[in-house]
């Protein structure tokens, strides 16, 4: 057998695993999650974005449709820039980009097991029984519903791979291929498995030096020059990912979050879980609804599922009698230290969780990942060493070997091959009722959502997915990011990093119990008010719920829609200032009789040359007209009859400039969130423009880096053809 059979193989049992997406007809994975769907309300309307953003060669860098405007690129889990990302959704229809994404995603995690296992000279047969036993570990087929995250980890092995050749042979393309791929990696938009796999790394070179060269005289200098090259790899794979990493920066001082995230009290890992590496749905499966309801005590099934199968059992067991093998000795050290990374505060290292970067991320348990695949290579080694303790024949060694993968195989089939809910792209992105209605009159008015998720989580626990058109009635909702699929605005964000000023607008708005008997909430003035001004004209709610303060505009099948009286546009000229020091204040003159969200706009202070008039001797009166209204991209021609303030009911971000007349104008943060400029008396043409300094420097380091690799691989490549 040569060489590429065995790469083809895996790419054939990755697509026999997501064929039903494929055949009989084109379909699309809708498992939900607790409370929602990830997939269906985070994952995929962002990456529909992209799709049709990428289809105008155009990279999406600012949404004005998610939470009064937010910078979608910087967040990250877009993953613009990763190249199979454009490739895939640049020139394929998007349900199809979204499978052949899945098909891609498993091949390479699997690649890159059977490429470290040949690395580490283990016979061709073998590693592609650990490259299948990885690409279809519990761990990949539970975060199938995280494409981001899935899409970082497929990336590991190839990272171990690409290591072990630096180690053993120092060249400089496989550093600088090191580098790509794990810019590529962060590029994928999920930096904490970045940072896992970066741990993983450092942990496996640890035992590397430990149990290989621990015998060897001189070999110090060696170690650390290893060490040093495989840094620079580092950090010139970190220099390539520079627009998207020094952009995502930018966001996280603006959003200051995840500070106060305790990640050892978040999705725990149980000890008891460990015996689903032997039943995977020993607790019970979440497709049926028999899994336990998620606790502060308990996990989610999806992140405590690390299932390898039984082979890979087996074959740790039996590592005991080839304990005397170095590689045995490292991988078991490795798997040790993968264990005790799960269970986070169960854990003796449950310490390493309260520095950084781990105190950054949640959900200790996805160090699953380094555990499978910590398995897969053990079940290699130990059946690699079998085969020559015994003395296998080569046609035995054949037969024996292929009835291992037939037998992983069919193990993983059986459980997961039906786990996922998958439906027909028709009925996922069809237009539900609400949309509609909205869409009869759209004109840049946004919505406010309040989630059903009392009655998501009723059929979530009751029935699993088993019937994924039980969920259908909850579109009409508008689910996290679904509003993308249509091209409506939401005030409500379901991102990673909100910016401070979002926060605080989101805890301003009051929705409180009024009559538990009638399930009956009232939204305080203020509130309404506070909407208004951020030209929210709806609130959807369940009609499990009534919601009393604004009057109904529409019932639906399943929902209510309450129309805001103080709904302010969008775009709008001001003449009346208020100054406010504090949010203490902010919340009392909101809540006063004296504010109206129409007429009148907030500065934080007015140290800025203040322009407006005080006492005005004449009405006011404007008129604004929309020349261009784009993601990254306003103009507006205004018509004032005295100065004012031009506000723009969008997030306010470093990053965006304004010109009146073509001349620059500084943007000042008004109603906590928004921008406003001044504009005097008369008729100007101004624009907005989306620009930031963070993302045209970071394309500039990431194109220098990029261009320098590939020159540098290049005139290897054709050094070696002569």
Not at 621 to 645: A, D, F, H, R, W
Request: aromatic share 16%.
């Amino acid at each position: 057998m040569k060489y590429p059979f065995f790469i083809i193989a895996i790419l054939i049992v990755c697509f026999l695993f997501f064929s039903k997406l494929f055949i009989p007809h084109l379909s699309l994975i809708s498992t939900p999650d607790f409370g929602q769907s990830d997939l269906l309300h985070g994952y995929y309307p962002i990456k529909y974005l992209l799709s049709e953003s990428l289809k105008i060669n155009r990279i999406p860098l600012w949404t004005s449709n998610e939470a009064g405007g937010y910078p979608i690129f910087a967040d990250g889990q877009i993953g613009a820039l990763m190249i199979i990302n454009i490739l895939l959704f640049k020139f394929l229809s998007f349900p199809l980009a979204i499978n052949l994404g899945y098909v891609f995603i498993f091949f390479i995690g699997g690649l890159g097991t059977y490429l470290y296992c040949t690395e580490i000279n283990i016979n061709k047969l073998t590693s592609l029984l650990a490259a299948i036993i990885f690409s279809l570990s519990g761990f990949n087929i539970g975060q199938i519903t995280h494409t981001s995250l899935l899409q970082a980890a497929s990336f590991v092995p190839l990272e171990f791979y690409l290591v072990e050749r630096i180690l053993k042979k120092q060249k400089i393309s496989d550093i600088l291929i090191f580098s790509i791929i794990l810019s590529q990696q962060i590029l994928s938009g999920h930096q904490q498995m970045t940072v896992y796999s970066l741990i993983s790394l450092t942990v496996y070179i640890f035992f590397r030096f430990i149990f290989l060269y621990h015998n060897i005289k001189k070999s110090n200098f060696k170690n650390i020059r290893n060490v040093v090259f495989i840094l620079l790899g580092v950090v010139f794979g970190i220099l390539m990912s520079s627009t998207l990493l020094i952009a995502s920066l930018e966001l996280f001082k603006q959003s200051g979050a995840r500070n106060n995230i305790d990640v050892l009290s978040q999705f725990p890992y149980p000890l008891n879980n460990l015996i689903t590496f032997i039943n995977p749905f020993y607790f019970g499966n979440p497709a049926i609804g028999t899994y336990p309801s998620f606790s502060s005590n308990w996990g989610i099934f999806w992140e405590n599922n690390g299932y390898v199968g039984i082979i890979p059992l087996i074959c740790l067991i039996l590592s005991i009698f080839f304990i005397k093998k170095n590689n045995i000795k490292i991988w078991l050290c490795v798997l040790c230290f993968s264990l005790l990374m799960i269970l986070g505060r169960n854990s003796p290292l449950y310490l390493l969780y309260n520095f950084l970067p781990l105190s950054f991320f949640r959900v200790p348990s996805r160090f699953l990942l380094l555990t499978d695949f910590s398995l897969a290579i053990i079940s290699a080694i130990v059946v690699e060493n079998f085969f020559i303790r015994f003395k296998i024949k080569q046609k035995i060694m054949l037969i024996l070997g292929l009835t291992l993968i037939i037998f992983q195989i069919f193990n993983i089939f059986y459980y997961f091959y039906n786990y996922h809910a998958v439906n027909i792209p028709q009925n996922l992105f069809s237009t539900p009722d609400t949309i509609k209605y909205l869409n009869q009159n759209k004109n840049d008015e946004r919505i406010y959502t309040i989630d059903d998720a009392q009655e998501w989580n009723k059929i979530f626990f009751d029935s699993g997915w088993q019937d994924v058109k039980a969920y259908d009635k909850f579109k009409s909702g508008i689910f996290g990011h679904s509003n993308l699929y249509f091209n409506n605005a939401k005030a409500n964000y379901f991102v990673q990093f909100p910016t401070r000023r979002m926060t605080i607008i989101d805890q301003l708005y009051s929705i409180n119990i009024e009559d538990r008997n009638t399930n009956t909430y009232r939204l305080a003035t203020g509130s309404a008010r506070l909407m208004g001004l951020n030209s929210i004209k709806f609130v959807l709610t369940p009609n499990t719920i009534k919601l009393v303060g604004i009057p109904l505009e529409k019932k639906f099948k399943n929902f209510n829609l309450y129309q805001n009286p103080y709904f302010a546009p969008r775009f709008r000229m001001v003449y009346q200032i208020k100054e406010v020091g504090t949010i203490s204040d902010l919340t009392d003159y909101i809540n006063s009789t004296k504010f109206d969200p129409k007429e009148t706009v907030i500065f934080e202070d007015l140290n800025n040359g203040n322009k407006l008039v005080k006492n005005l001797k004449i009405k006011p009166n404007s008129t604004i007209n929309i020349v261009s209204n784009k993601n990254e991209y306003i103009e507006l021609k205004v018509n004032t009859n005295q100065p004012g303030v031009l506000i723009i009911a969008d997030t306010y971000y470093p990053g965006w400039k304004a010109y009146v007349d073509d001349k620059i104008i500084r943007i000042l943060p008004v109603n906590i969130s928004q921008k406003g400029i001044f504009v005097d008396k008369g008729e100007h043409i101004v624009k907005f423009i989306y620009e930031p300094l963070s993302i045209k420097v970071g394309y500039i380091i990431s194109a220098i880096c990029y261009i320098l690799a590939l020159v540098i691989l290049i005139n290897k490549f054709f050094k070696r053809l002569v």
